[in-house]
């Protein structure tokens, strides 16, 4: 008996019986370790309420060892007060003959005389015959098991009903888990994203993202969220999106080191916010731009240098090289549309913009040019080389008389007082992207103040 107890289990053995077998040994000390390895306190009971079994995790909760649990009958006088003793008892017994388990709360007294609150699992141990041979009583403290069932809880409302993305990202970099809110942002199923490579999800941003998946599961979480613009594949197409996400890496509970299960990556889109944030700041930009050039254009003697000023404040930021085009002597009204190049941003080193003289050669456009087109209809025209290889593309812009790196142009009408002096061309490289509406809106603030300074710069310089 003395063994048995020190092990945790009893057994029914008299003083003249023969020892077990070796095989029984074995299952004895089996049984031991598996009860003494659960994290959940575990005792049990026979049919007359005698302790047969107390666990590792009941001695840490209670205080009592084995030893001095096992062979005594119920709780009473030590593991709960006398007064609760006959009801404790009552309600742990119970079990023998309901069906299924039963869940109680009770105060239990522990070995230094403190009470502790445990939430108790029972249920019947049957015998060889099938009949009640006694009860097993598995408990926790409570305020363990309520943070349990709290974890479990925000676990399923985060995978369930959070307005949020929720993705768990297992060692692989690959979605494991995502939520509905994180599926419809992915622009797919909750099951149909998940092992696949981020590469196929986004076309863009997945090299940062999977960077800093890596980073969380070497280093931990980051000190704040970060911001990160993705390009979704969607059946419509390719969607920017800008998406706050936070990081927390994933380690197992039961491993004795942490062992990274992954990573949960939590997002919010916040991609109308951070467009309209990017608006306005570069409209404060350009009107800031605007003014700089006006301040420096009235400090030229020459208006035609004050064009020049204007247009060079309008590359900063919105273009990498700008042409002025003027339409020749009397080409206004006729059949044919013929420009004159009379100013252009350096294509080599960076510099001002140079005067290329107003009695120039008509510059070599062809039939249907997007200046020429500006011009005919006293409008903006915007024109790409679109998905042209790269050497396709500098023939494009050869042959428009263009920069060799140009692949975006947006041409701006020149008008004052009524009548049409020419066109701006503005143009981007590779590395930028292609003109918007509200660039061409900035163009024609531009375009005015140019057409403005050659208009004068005609009235001071009439034989021009």
């Given at each position: 008996m003395s063994a048995s107890r020190r092990s945790g289990t009893t057994d029914e053995l008299g003083p003249d019986e023969p020892e077990p077998a070796r095989e029984g040994s074995v299952g004895s000390d089996l049984l031991a370790a598996l009860l003494d390895g659960m994290d959940a306190a575990l005792c049990?009971?026979?049919?007359?309420?005698v302790v047969t079994h107390w666990n590792r995790e009941a001695e840490r909760i209670l205080g009592w060892t084995a030893a001095e649990a096992v062979g005594r009958a119920g709780f009473a006088g030590w593991a709960v007060r006398s007064a609760d003793a006959a009801e404790v008892?009552?309600?742990?017994?119970?079990a023998m003959d309901a069906p299924g388990r039963q869940v109680n709360e009770f105060a239990l007294l522990t070995k230094d005389g403190g009470r502790v609150l445990v939430?108790?699992?029972?249920?019947?141990?049957?015998?060889?015959?099938?009949?009640?041979?006694g009860v097993y009583c598995a408990f926790s403290e409570v305020h363990a098991q309520i943070d349990?069932?709290?974890?479990?809880?925000?676990?399923e409302a985060l995978l369930e009903d959070a307005s949020w993305g929720v993705v768990l990202v297992d060692a692989d970099l690959r979605p494991a888990v995502v939520n509905a809110h994180a599926a419809r942002a992915l622009g797919a199923g909750r099951t149909s994203v998940l092992g696949r490579p981020l590469g196929e999800l986004l076309a863009r941003g997945a090299e940062e993202l999977e960077s800093a998946l890596t980073h969380v599961l070497a280093e931990g979480a980051p000190p704040a969220?970060?911001?990160?613009?993705?390009?979704?594949?969607?059946?419509?197409?390719?969607?920017?999106?800008?998406?706050?996400s936070g990081f927390v890496r994933l380690a197992s509970p039961l491993a004795e080191e942490p062992v990274p299960l992954g990573v949960g990556w939590l997002f919010q889109d916040v991609t109308e916010s951070r467009q309209g944030e990017q608006e306005a700041s570069l409209l404060r930009f350009r009107a800031q731009q605007l003014h700089r050039a006006a301040r420096a254009a009235a400090e030229c003697e020459d208006p035609a240098e004050a064009a020049t000023v204007h247009l060079d404040f309008a590359l900063a930021g919105f273009a990498d090289h700008a042409l002025i085009d003027r339409v020749?002597?009397?080409?206004?009204?006729?059949?044919r549309v013929r420009l004159v190049r009379i100013a252009a941003t350096p294509s080599g080193a960076p510099g001002p913009s140079r005067l290329d003289g107003r009695a120039g050669l008509p510059v070599r456009y062809?039939?249907?040019?997007p200046a020429v087109q500006c011009v005919e209809r006293a409008g903006s025209v915007r024109a790409a080389a679109g998905s042209l290889s790269a050497e396709d593309a500098r023939a494009w812009a050869l042959a428009r008389q263009w920069p060799a790196d140009a692949v975006h142009a947006l041409c701006t009408v020149l008008r004052s007082r009524g009548r049409t002096l020419g066109a701006v061309t503005f143009l981007r490289g590779a590395g930028r992207n292609a003109f918007e509406r509200s660039d061409a809106m900035y163009a024609e603030d531009v375009a005015v103040r140019i057409?403005?300074?050659?208009?004068?710069?005609s009235l001071l310089t009439p034989d021009d």
């Amino acid at each position: 008996m003395s063994a048995s107890r020190r092990s945790g289990t009893t057994d029914e053995l008299g003083p003249d019986e023969p020892e077990p077998a070796r095989e029984g040994s074995v299952g004895s000390d089996l049984l031991a370790a598996l009860l003494d390895g659960m994290d959940a306190a575990l005792c049990a009971f026979d049919a007359d309420g005698v302790v047969t079994h107390w666990n590792r995790e009941a001695e840490r909760i209670l205080g009592w060892t084995a030893a001095e649990a096992v062979g005594r009958a119920g709780f009473a006088g030590w593991a709960v007060r006398s007064a609760d003793a006959a009801e404790v008892e009552a309600r742990l017994m119970s079990a023998m003959d309901a069906p299924g388990r039963q869940v109680n709360e009770f105060a239990l007294l522990t070995k230094d005389g403190g009470r502790v609150l445990v939430r108790t699992q029972s249920a019947a141990v049957r015998g060889p015959d099938g009949k009640p041979a006694g009860v097993y009583c598995a408990f926790s403290e409570v305020h363990a098991q309520i943070d349990l069932e709290r974890s479990i809880a925000l676990s399923e409302a985060l995978l369930e009903d959070a307005s949020w993305g929720v993705v768990l990202v297992d060692a692989d970099l690959r979605p494991a888990v995502v939520n509905a809110h994180a599926a419809r942002a992915l622009g797919a199923g909750r099951t149909s994203v998940l092992g696949r490579p981020l590469g196929e999800l986004l076309a863009r941003g997945a090299e940062e993202l999977e960077s800093a998946l890596t980073h969380v599961l070497a280093e931990g979480a980051p000190p704040a969220p970060a911001e990160l613009w993705v390009s979704v594949r969607t059946p419509d197409g390719e969607r920017r999106r800008c998406w706050r996400s936070g990081f927390v890496r994933l380690a197992s509970p039961l491993a004795e080191e942490p062992v990274p299960l992954g990573v949960g990556w939590l997002f919010q889109d916040v991609t109308e916010s951070r467009q309209g944030e990017q608006e306005a700041s570069l409209l404060r930009f350009r009107a800031q731009q605007l003014h700089r050039a006006a301040r420096a254009a009235a400090e030229c003697e020459d208006p035609a240098e004050a064009a020049t000023v204007h247009l060079d404040f309008a590359l900063a930021g919105f273009a990498d090289h700008a042409l002025i085009d003027r339409v020749t002597d009397g080409a206004e009204g006729a059949d044919r549309v013929r420009l004159v190049r009379i100013a252009a941003t350096p294509s080599g080193a960076p510099g001002p913009s140079r005067l290329d003289g107003r009695a120039g050669l008509p510059v070599r456009y062809g039939e249907g040019h997007p200046a020429v087109q500006c011009v005919e209809r006293a409008g903006s025209v915007r024109a790409a080389a679109g998905s042209l290889s790269a050497e396709d593309a500098r023939a494009w812009a050869l042959a428009r008389q263009w920069p060799a790196d140009a692949v975006h142009a947006l041409c701006t009408v020149l008008r004052s007082r009524g009548r049409t002096l020419g066109a701006v061309t503005f143009l981007r490289g590779a590395g930028r992207n292609a003109f918007e509406r509200s660039d061409a809106m900035y163009a024609e603030d531009v375009a005015v103040r140019i057409a403005t300074a050659l208009d004068l710069a005609s009235l001071l310089t009439p034989d021009d």
